[in-house]
């Protein structure tokens, strides 16, 4: 069974650096690309950026370019979102997702997501 | 970046009317458009993937249909636990170079 599970709900103040993860289980890690998916209260679903473990492909929304950092670290089938120094926007709840395999690259799994809180 | 638009925001109906709810690609993603179903605390459920596919344990009253930039989740006879969100994705161009994941706005299915 794929199972995501993900690091414990945060709470930061602006300025400050943060590490989120996500570990995988049930599947072949390195085969299947893992991304991060943002949902701010009251607001709907956006894509943040997919890994492709194997190779370490990153992919960013132009969104979130720059403001956060994809890692994956196969040895404990684990993917990381980080911040280097949050913003208030960045409060939200951040959902692990896995996506399928050709041709579709659809997501499949997800996550029970983190809560960031930043004030 | 591939933008969906979905239509209506909110669709107000009781239990055991037909849902239609749409999405509109601001450019063509073939086939790879799939449909979540989102409730509140908890993470969203893969309904239908490659725009017409059932996902696995998903009822036969969900069904998807569309390609290219025009896209049809229809709920053919609501049950009370139907009631809830629906975003549509889109992973038209992944992997290849630029490509990116989308979600539409969501519509959200309240009883009446």
């Known amino acids: ?13 602006p300025g400050q650096s ?36 194997r190779d370490s492909d990153a992919r ?3 969104s ?6 994809i890692s994956a670290d196969t040895s404990l089938s684990s993917t990381y979102l980080h911040w280097n120094s949050l ?3 960045d409060t939200a709840r951040y959902f692990c997702v896995r ?14 997501g983190t809560l960031v809180s930043v004030s | 970046e591939i933008v969906l638009t979905q239509s209506p925001a909110t669709l107000s109906l009781s239990p055991g009317e037909r849902a239609t709810l749409s999405c509109g690609a601001s450019q063509s993603v073939a086939s790879s458009l799939a449909w979540f179903q989102h409730k ?7 309904l239908i993937y490659g725009a017409s596919n059932r996902a696995t344990g998903v009822p036969a009253r969900f069904s998807g249909s569309g390609s290219g930039t025009d896209f049809t989740l229809v709920i053919s006879s609501l049950e009370p636990e139907d009631f809830a969100t629906y975003y549509c994705h889109q992973s038209g161009n ?8 989308s979600f539409g706005g969501g519509t959200k299915v309240e009883l009446k």
């Not at chain 1, 993860?21 to 943002?38: E, K, L, M, P």
């Not at chain 2, 509140?40 to 893969?46: E, H, I, Q, S």
């Open chain 1, 18 to 53: 943060l590490k989120i993860s996500c570990q995988a289980s049930g599947y072949t890690f390195n085969s299947f690309w893992i991304s991060w998916v943002r949902q701010a209260p009251g607001k709907g679903l956006e894509w943040i950026a997919s890994i492709y473990p």
């Open chain 1, 99 to 112: 996506q399928q395999q050709w041709p579709f690259y659809h997501v499949d799994y997800w996550g029970p």
């Open chain 1, 1 to 13: 069974e794929v199972q995501l599970v993900q690091s414990g709900a945060e709470m930061k103040k």
């Open chain 2, 94 to 101: 992944w992997p290849s170079r630029p490509s990116g994941l």
């Open chain 1, 87 to 89: 913003k208030t926007s």
């Open chain 2, 40 to 46: 509140p605390g908890r993470a969203p459920r893969l």
């Open chain 1, 64 to 69: 979130f370019q720059g403001q956060v950092t």
């Open chain 1, 60 to 62: 960013y929304s132009p």
